[in-house]
Structures are given as C-alpha cells and as structure tokens.
C-alpha cells in the first residue's frame, strides 16, 4: 500500500513516515505542503492520502478539492490528520469527499492499522 503523508510539520512527518515504515506493507512517501501533496500524488499514484487539515498557504480542504478536481487524482482516498475532531468537523470533513478521520495527536503504534481500517471500509 502506498501512503502519502502530508503535513507541514517536519517533526510529525518523520514520525509518521517511521510509525508507518513498521508496517512491512506500507511504503511511505511524504509532502510538506499542499502543493508538494498534488505534484507527489500525480507522479506517484499513492492508493492513500494522509492529509493535515491545518497548513498555511493551502490547507487540507483546499488540497482535497485540487485533488478531487483533476482526473488523475480524482480517485485516490484522502484521510484527513487532525486535532479538530467534534463530529460537526468530521461530518464536514467527510462531506468535502474525505473517506476517514484520524485524531491528532495520533498514536504512532496504532497509525498503520488506523490507515487500513480507514481504507477499507
């Protein structure tokens, strides 16, 4: 399973990417913004998208409507990463075309089997 990782943060990719890397099944790219997301998701073709609700200049929203609105990524499942997580958020989120929501903090043992789970509903 190839998973993007989008979060502006450097310190929370890295974890991520490695919470992630313990999972022999993952393969494991990641993107600082939401313009890096798009270009990743274009040449890459990950099966998931992992995406941080809060980023400056384009925000999780913004990406996931950039993602929806062209044909080559139209498809791929995005799950949003965030702290924002009442469940007016996460009806809001899902509404805008995400297909989970994962709480942040998130927990780096747990975060492989929160993807799959997410994914395969």
Known sequence: MRVLYV???????????????LD????VETAASGAEAI??????????????VMMPDMDGPSTLARLR??????RIPVVFITARTQ??????FKALG???????????????????AACCR
């Open 7 to 21: 979060d502006d943060e450097p310190d929370i990719r890295e974890i991520a990417r490695i919470s992630l890397d």
């Open 24 to 27: 022999e099944g993952m393969e």
């Open 39 to 52: 270009e990743k998701a274009v040449a890459w073709r990950p099966d998931v998208i992992l995406l941080d």
């Open 69 to 74: 609105a062209r044909n080559d990524t139209s």
């Open 87 to 92: 469940a007016q958020e996460v009806e809001r």
């Open 98 to 116: 995400a297909c989970a929501v994962i709480p942040k903090p998130f927990d780096p043992m747990l975060l492989a089997a929160q993807v799959r």
